[in-house]
């Protein structure tokens, strides 16, 4: 009896993710899992099949594919089976990493008789509406206080169980930014291909740049369906020999580490992971106000610009080519902001407190 009452307390975890956070938030569930391991919490990650965590992962966690068919109609027998490897591996407590999984989540939960947290990453416009347990939903996560404010204003049933925990990352001790005064400047964009109006007035600006006599190299990394618009559009401002497009590539942190400069060139409705490693390896950030836009403080951690405005991209680009000191400034305060406030540490020990909670409680 005693052993079953071990066996009841001991914390194990089951992570349901998406594609879109496998992919995204790479970097979090890798810090997240080792964390775990560490502490000797056992974890399973339920993903779906096209995913490939191997190389993230490093064996820190079991892995479930869900769905196992991807066929119509078999969404009753997908989730039995999910349940079915969910019950071999035992676990106390689910954790959903994506809204877009809520349903799914709040379905196991009550098959399973187990609570579970939320992690909610993108503000309402994104999501629009969708269903919370109110008996088993212990905490909603939020990595930032615009969506704090949104779920709250959605869900105000639930406001008492949201809490901010900063993702965390780990922040270089020298800044990237301009730190070899000879080579050719460069600047990182990394955002979605879907909509190539997102990048217009940004690559109009680049243009001007260049025939004003500016010398530098930009890389836009990303996929969507507007690529082939994008790359007709750089031929038309004649950019392509000063402007590449690539596909996310690994390890994207030294991709980011590579540029000296970081356009964030549209608001987003999502916590933008890029965003916040750009900074975290030092390069100054050129963004725009809205969305989800915590880490952007004007002139403090990042320069800010009317992303519909092609004259204030303008001066936001100058500023930062122009004044080298004054774009080492703005890197510098923000990988001090990030070693103050988004430490993995901190995030490993804010997450782990809330499942121990989480637990205790059902």
């Known amino acids: 009896m005693a052993s079953e009452r071990t066996k009841k307390k001991s914390l194990r975890v089951a992570l349901i993710g998406s594609e ?16 775990l391991a560490d502490e ?32 119509p109609l078999t969404e009753h027998l997908n989730n039995n089976l999910l349940v079915e490897q969910l019950g071999k591996f035992e676990p106390a407590l689910l954790h959903c990493l994506c809204e877009s999984r809520a349903p799914l989540v709040r379905k196991l939960a ?5 609570p579970y947290v939320l992690t909610v ?50 922040v270089s001790q ?8 000879s080579q050719l400047a460069t600047m990182v ?63 994207w942190r030294s991709v980011l580490a590579a540029g000296d400069i970081f356009i964030r060139p549209q608001p987003s409705l999502v916590f933008d992971p890029s965003l916040m490693e750009a900074m975290s390896v030092g390069a100054a950030v050129a963004g725009c106000r809205g969305g989800v836009d915590d880490l952007i403080m004007e002139d403090r951690t990042a320069v800010v610009f009317d992303p519909n405005d ?9 500023r ?4 080298r000191e004054f774009a080492r400034r703005i890197a510098k305060n923000a990988r001090q902001y990030l070693a103050e406030n988004h430490t993995v540490s901190n995030m490993i020990s804010a997450i782990l407190r809330i499942y121990r909670q989480a637990c205790s409680l059902h």
């Open 320 to 323: 930062l080519l122009d004044r």
């Open 40 to 71: 000797s919490v056992p974890a399973a990650l339920i993903c779906p099949s096209g995913c490939n965590p191997d190389s993230l992962f490093a064996g820190a966690a079991e892995v479930i594919s869900h769905p196992v068919l991807d066929l």
């Open 110 to 114: 009550r098959r399973m008789n187990l």
């Open 20 to 35: 879109h956070t496998v992919c995204e938030y790479s970097t979090f569930l890798k810090h997240l899992l080792v964390g």
């Open 174 to 181: 020298t800044g990237g930014c301009f730190s070899m005064p």
């Open 189 to 251: 964009m990394a955002h979605s291909l879907d909509n190539a109006d997102h990048f217009e007035n940004v690559l109009n600006v680049l243009r001007h740049l260049q025939i004003d006599g500016y010398e530098f190299m930009t890389v836009v990394a990303g996929s969507g369906r507007a690529e082939r618009q994008i790359w007709k559009l750089l031929a038309a401002l004649d950019l392509l020999q000063i402007v590449t497009m690539v596909p996310r590539l690994k390890p």
């Open 121 to 170: 990453n993108s503000l309402r416009g994104r999501w629009g509406q969708f269903s919370i347990s109110y008996k088993r939903c212990a905490k909603i996560i939020v990595p930032a206080k615009t969506i704090a404010d949104s779920v709250a204003k959605a869900q105000p049933g639930f406001a008492d169980r949201i809490e901010q925990i900063n993702i965390g990352t780990f």
């Open 310 to 318: 092609e004259l204030s991209i303008l001066r936001s680009l100058r």
